[in-house]
C-alpha cells in the first residue's frame, strides 16, 4: 500500500513524497518542484524528505513537466510507465530492480498503462508543502 508524505525541507521549492512496498524493500517517490520551468522525480531508499535526490544513490528525472508516472509491483521489481526516462544511480547498487517502460509523448496512453495493471503515482501539486527546517 502506498503512503504519501510530506516534510519539513529548507527551501522555497515545493516538496512531496510517496512510499511503495517492493518485496522487503520501502522505496520513495520524491517530488519537487521550483519555479515555474523546473520539476523533478526521484525514486530513492531514503525516507527522509529533507534528504534530496542523489546523482550517486537515486533514480531521477529532471523536467519542464514529468507529466503522469505509473507504476506496479512484480515480485522485487517496480516497473514504471512513463514519458520520461529515469536516469539510473552512478553508484549502480539500488537494492529493487527498476525496470522502465517510457514513451513518446505521440505513444504514451495511459489508458493502456491502467489496462496492464499500472497504479498512476499521486503527488498532486497541491498537497506539496513548502518547509523548513
Excluded: W
Excluded at 41 to 58: A, V
Excluded at 87 to 103: D, H, R, S, W
Aim: hydrophobic share 30%.
Amino acid at each position: 500500500m502506498a503512503q504519501i508524505h510530506c516534510s519539513r525541507v529548507r527551501s522555497s521549492a515545493l516538496h512531496g513524497m510517496q512510499q511503495v512496498s517492493v518485496g522487503q524493500n520501502i522505496i520513495y517517490f520524491k517530488k519537487e518542484i521550483r519555479g515555474r520551468n523546473y520539476e523533478g522525480l526521484s525514486i530513492s531508499t531514503d525516507g527522509n524528505l529533507c534528504n534530496g535526490p542523489s546523482q550517486e544513490t537515486d533514480y531521477f528525472v529532471n523536467s519542464e513537466t514529468i507529466g503522469k508516472v505509473f507504476y506496479k509491483v512484480v515480485d522485487n521489481r517496480l516497473q514504471i510507465y512513463s514519458q520520461n526516462e529515469f536516469t539510473p544511480p552512478q553508484a549502480g547498487n539500488f537494492p529493487v530492480l527498476i525496470v522502465q517502460e517510457y514513451n513518446s509523448p505521440t505513444d504514451y496512453n495511459e489508458e493502456k498503462a491502467i489496462k496492464r495493471g499500472y497504479t498512476q503515482l499521486l503527488l498532486p501539486d497541491a498537497l506539496l508543502k513548502t518547509c523548513h527546517k
